[in-house]
């Protein structure tokens, strides 16, 4: 047996409600913080925690080449700096940050790497320094949803077991875990397409038939105010050891 928790794959205990950004606040302290920020995407979560917690600088990383040119047209965030790169080689030397965060992007690592990128997590947190990562559940209707077109099963166990690694060898230690989940309400169908299918960063191979599959099991949960999922999440908090 492991003589440390292990970070799970689902809950023992039912959820809470909340917003990602209320677990981040619970769990770690960013102001005035050096931040990595692991696979930002649109960078709309990076621009709420600069809003939020007041960091003192982020460098944000994402490895879809068109989204990163578009972030670098952002020009209102003088504290982040956008940064083309994977997880699994940062680009700083040893201990330059306080937090590092990967906000739903562990999973999208390639497995073959995603110890690397562990391996470089720890070695660019200062010591003690904090890694938070927030991961999907694969559980719920809404990842039902999801699974027709893009099932996530195989990388999300694999994520979770490279979390389970580092832990096994004493890159950290778990300080803590934490399921919930966040209401996603969706006015129409274009804008779940637009959020889940219209994407750059996941290459998607939809025939006809099976969009046509998506849109009936879309449409088929709609009431008068849109669609309404529960997305079930976890979040691990890791300290550097």
Same mark, same amino acid.
């Given at each position: 047996?492991?003589?440390?928790?292990?970070?799970? &794959?689902?809950?023992?205990?039912?959820?809470?409600?909340?917003?990602?950004?209320?677990?981040?606040?619970? $769990?770690?302290?960013?102001?005035?913080?050096?931040?990595?920020?692991?696979?930002?995407?649109?960078?709309?979560?990076?621009?709420?925690?600069?809003?939020?917690?007041?960091?003192?600088?982020?460098?944000?990383?994402?490895?879809?080449?068109?989204?990163?040119?578009?972030? *670098?047209?952002?020009?209102? *965030?003088?504290?982040?700096?956008?940064?083309?790169?994977?997880?699994?080689?940062?680009?700083?030397?040893?201990?330059?940050?306080?937090?590092?965060?990967?906000?739903?992007? $562990?999973?999208?690592?390639?497995?073959?790497?995603?110890?690397?990128?562990?391996?470089?997590?720890?070695?660019?947190?200062?010591?003690?320094?904090?890694?938070?990562?927030?991961?999907?559940?694969?559980?719920?209707?809404?990842?039902? *949803?999801?699974?027709? &077109?893009?099932?996530?099963?195989?990388?999300?166990?694999?994520?979770?077991?490279?979390?389970?690694?580092?832990?096994?060898?004493?890159?950290?230690?778990?300080?803590?875990?934490?399921?919930?989940?966040?209401?996603?309400?969706?006015?129409?169908?274009?804008?779940?397409?637009?959020?889940? $299918?219209?994407?750059?960063?996941?290459?998607?191979?939809?025939?006809?038939?099976?969009?046509?599959?998506?849109?009936?099991?879309?449409?088929?949960?709609?009431?008068?105010?849109?669609?309404? &999922?529960?997305?079930?999440?976890?979040?691990?908090?890791?300290?550097?050891?």
């Amino acid at each position: 047996m492991p003589a440390h928790p292990q970070v799970l &794959f689902t809950p023992v205990n039912p959820y809470r409600t909340a917003e990602d950004l209320d677990i981040i606040g619970e $769990l770690v302290d960013l102001q005035g913080a050096d931040v990595l920020e692991l696979g930002c995407g649109a960078a709309w979560t990076t621009r709420r925690i600069v809003e939020r917690f007041r960091p003192a600088r982020v460098v944000a990383t994402e490895v879809d080449r068109i989204q990163h040119e578009n972030n *670098l047209q952002v020009q209102d *965030l003088p504290s982040v700096t956008f940064r083309y790169g994977g997880a699994q080689a940062i680009a700083d030397p040893d201990g330059t940050y306080d937090a590092v965060l990967m906000l739903k992007s $562990l999973h999208h690592v390639p497995m073959p790497v995603m110890d690397q990128a562990l391996g470089e997590i720890h070695r660019v947190l200062k010591p003690g320094g904090r890694a938070l990562f927030l991961e999907p559940v694969y559980a719920g209707p809404f990842n039902d *949803l999801l699974r027709l &077109f893009n099932d996530e099963g195989e990388v999300r166990a694999a994520a979770v077991a490279a979390l389970n690694r580092a832990l096994d060898q004493g890159l950290f230690t778990l300080e803590a875990e934490v399921f919930y989940e966040t209401p996603g309400i969706y006015a129409t169908w274009e804008d779940f397409e637009n959020h889940f $299918l219209k994407v750059t960063h996941t290459p998607l191979a939809i025939s006809q038939a099976l969009y046509e599959r998506i849109r009936a099991a879309f449409l088929a949960q709609m009431t008068p105010d849109g669609v309404h &999922f529960r997305k079930p999440h976890r979040v691990d908090l890791l300290r550097q050891t």
